[in-house]
């Protein structure tokens, strides 16, 4: 049902294609985050024309609103959202720890308090599970319990917890469409990671994750850990790096061996007026653009660049006007797209692609 | 430079065609607001998708923010915003008069404190007219005084003070690409009105409008105005009704002769969740619609009836998700713009366009 053929390599990046029911994946590729069920400011159409293929949505959120049995009802998150590409469903595990109000871990599961109404709810594995069969991404996500890297000791609770969840959300699939990708986590202990990335990669999941990275931890640290952890897991599977996405990170990530990406960096730049550019990144709330005729980037060729002048998007957002985000959003969205495509391309085509570091300018 | 061409009548609706050096308008044509060189929510290519030809956009606002120099040193609003159909910007009387927090009228002109800052500025026609060249709109107006239809005295001395100023308007004018058209005042007494008929339309525009009503007065006082300038007005000159732009008066509007309308209502009715529809007006948010899989209106071709159920509107609604008013706008938008469209034909083609009255199910 699920298959990842390596198309090319160079050292270790590799462009690749994941193949499944609902249509073929191109790897590597940047997901846009949809939390929910919504790329932000952007219709369907908007999104499908700056290129991306794959989308991220969030099971907590659209567990809480509108609730997963209603979007069963209305046919799944492809027809509800209108998205005529790949889906993809995280656990819910992170936005429990990070979002909701007061939570409760035990072996079995974690009960929390919504962020929207202070209702208490009881996520599992067979929970996780069963709300991502409803909404009907194409690729879920078993559930997890992210820690925070610097607190070795817990990290081992965590990732200990999170191989039994692995275990218990495998059983608890029922649908052959969707496919479920297990997470390894361990923080930034290496032994932890090793022992995760052995334990996890030993089970029959279609696709693995590295999760629990960009929460605290170096950049070098990410990176060891990436090193670490694609060392070990088999070339067979595709590798979805967890909510990471600066243009560096994602350069970054590909030369390491990762196939998917998604992060709101993007849309979250576009509410706060910033943008990528080949001169670093730039907020063009920014006086200095009031009379600038120039796109926001010379070289970019999304509906933005080659619409409008910086000028005019400054006026949008002095104005408070919403087009200026959903302008940027374009802008941004397509930068990490394309920059992870063209890195695709020159996999392909054994092509040197370290051009694509001006991208590098725009780190945080 | 600027021609009306009348192509068919149906008693006193008409159906024409205003020749413009930027390019022809098809009449009778609804007008999107774009108040700060945009419709609020909407790039360029969704307002152009969903059929808009002429987009009005607002003197005041532009020339508080970003200044109406600094849009001429941008090479005009149609290069700023992007907008490749026609323009027409009103001449800031109206704003100046709701808007803008104190203001000392006389017969030279306005002195106002903006809203934005609370600066002090000054109108005259003169200024006017100079505000509106570096904009650079196909269409510009006259300045005039808008008065409360119901108090008859003053509405005497604002009529009287919109002639004086609409000759000077006229003397103003430098640019010969723009079509200058002359407002008609005169609140809701019918002797005033016939004089600034009679007043306005003698005067050299190229097109007419008739301003201040749907202000306060009723219904009935409304269409009483309307049959009584249309009778005065020449049948070789553009009329337009400023600011008024429910279905019912788009078509009862039409129906009296008027070629050119513009009104905030659609995508003001987007941003409090509200939708036409052939059932009526719809709340979208309403807990009704929650598993509702119909689109807004059944009869509907724009994008969002297209593409979209009730139900996933009212998420994003409820979810507080900005994708719903620019859903919400598109149709609403589209809904004015293609019935006024659809009338233009039905004149054309010497049909009964009464069908069109399920949308008087609109009314306020």
Redesign the interface.
């Known amino acids: 049902m699920f298959e990842y053929e390596v198309l090319a390599t160079q050292g270790r990046a590799r462009a690749g294609i994941f193949t499944t029911p609902y249509g073929d994946l191109e790897t590597p590729v940047f997901a846009p985050v949809g939390t929910?069920?919504?790329v932000?400011?952007?219709?369907?159409?908007?999104l499908d024309e700056l290129g991306a293929t794959l989308v991220l949505a969030n099971t907590y959120?659209l567990y809480l609103?509108?609730g997963d049995e209603?979007v069963a009802?209305?046919g799944g998150l492809h027809r509800?959202?209108?998205w005529p590409r790949l889906l993809l469903t995280d656990s819910g595990g992170f936005q429990v720890f990070s979002l909701a109000q007061t939570r409760k871990i035990d072996d079995d599961g974690v009960t929390f308090k919504s962020h929207v109404d202070g209702s208490t709810h009881r996520f599992t594995p067979e929970k996780s599970i069963a709300i991502q069969e409803n909404l009907g991404a194409d690729i879920i996500m078993a559930f997890d319990e992210c820690s925070d890297p610097n607190e070795a000791a817990y990290s081992q609770i965590a990732m200990e917890r999170t191989h039994r969840w692995a275990e218990r959300s495998l059983k608890a699939k029922t649908r052959h469409d969707q496919a479920l990708f297990g997470i390894i986590q361990g923080g930034v202990d290496p032994d932890l990671r090793t022992a995760s990335a052995e334990f996890v990669s030993s089970l029959p999941f279609p696709g693995l994750a590295i999760g629990g990275l960009s929460v605290g931890e170096t950049k070098e640290e990410t990176y060891a850990m990436l090193e670490l952890v694609n060392s070990i897991l088999p070339e067979s599977k595709p590798r979805y790096l967890m909510g990471v996405g600066t243009p560096e990170d994602l350069i970054e990530g590909v030369r390491r061996g990762v196939d998917i990406f998604d992060c709101v960096l993007p849309t979250r730049l576009a509410r706060h007026n910033a943008a990528f550019s080949s001169e670093g990144r730039l907020n063009l709330m920014n006086a200095a653009y009031?009379?600038d005729?120039k796109p926001i980037n010379q070289d970019c060729d999304c509906?933005t660049c080659r619409?409008?002048?910086r000028?005019?998007i400054?006026?949008?957002i002095?104005?408070k006007?919403?087009?200026a985000?959903?302008?940027l959003s374009i802008h941004n969205l397509y930068t990490l797209v394309n920059l992870v495509k063209n890195i695709r391309q020159a996999i392909i085509e054994n092509r040197d692609w370290q051009a694509e570091k001006w991208l590098l300018d725009n780190r945080e």
Chains 1, 2 share one sequence.
């Open positions: 929910q069920a919504t932000k400011t952007l219709t369907p159409a908007q959120h609103r509108p209603l009802e209305m509800f959202m209108q009031a009379r005729e509906y619409t409008f002048t000028a005019y400054r006026h949008l002095v104005a006007e919403m087009l985000g959903t302008l």
